[in-house]
């Protein structure tokens, strides 16, 4: 949990079933996401990529890193049999920063990148994210039922 004081909350279980809480206090910038960066996307204009955003990774104390957010461009899909729309497709990339930052990606331990697509609109949407959800989780795709997508999609760039 991050609270506007700049305190942050760290609950972890461990394997053999204790709990422990971590507070910690972390300087934050005001372009803090966590819990929001969906919402974020959905009302960025395309043009507004690439920028970045702050956001708390739960490890530990906390650990402040930074979202570079670049658009990928756009992808069609099919909601409906028939029915053709373009979604805008952004690619978000955890810059950890420090020492960090270096070691990852040399060690195998670079968080993967997200795509999320955005219906834009006058009523935007999420319609589908490609990305772990979890740090070292397996790479998942969130979308809705019976919606169609292309057979090659962005993400293999």
Known sequence: ?????????????????KETIETSHIDLPPDVSNGFTGILLMN???????????????????????????LEGEEPFSPVLGVHRKATVFRIHSELGGVAGVVAPVI??????????ILEGKVPGLIREIGPLADGG??????????????APVVKK
Do not use: H
């Not at 960025?44 to 570079?68: D, E, N, Y």
């Open 1 to 17: 949990m991050v609270e506007s004081s700049g305190d942050v909350t760290i609950r972890t279980v461990k394997s053999d079933g």
């Open 44 to 70: 960025a204009p395309p043009s507004s990529a690439p920028f970045k955003l702050g956001l708390v990774a739960p490890t530990g104390k906390g650990r402040l890193i930074q979202l570079s957010v670049s």
């Open 108 to 117: 195998g331990k670079q968080p993967k990148d997200v795509f999320v697509w």
């Open 138 to 151: 397996p790479v998942v795709s969130v979308e809705p039922s019976g919606v169609s997508y292309p057979i």
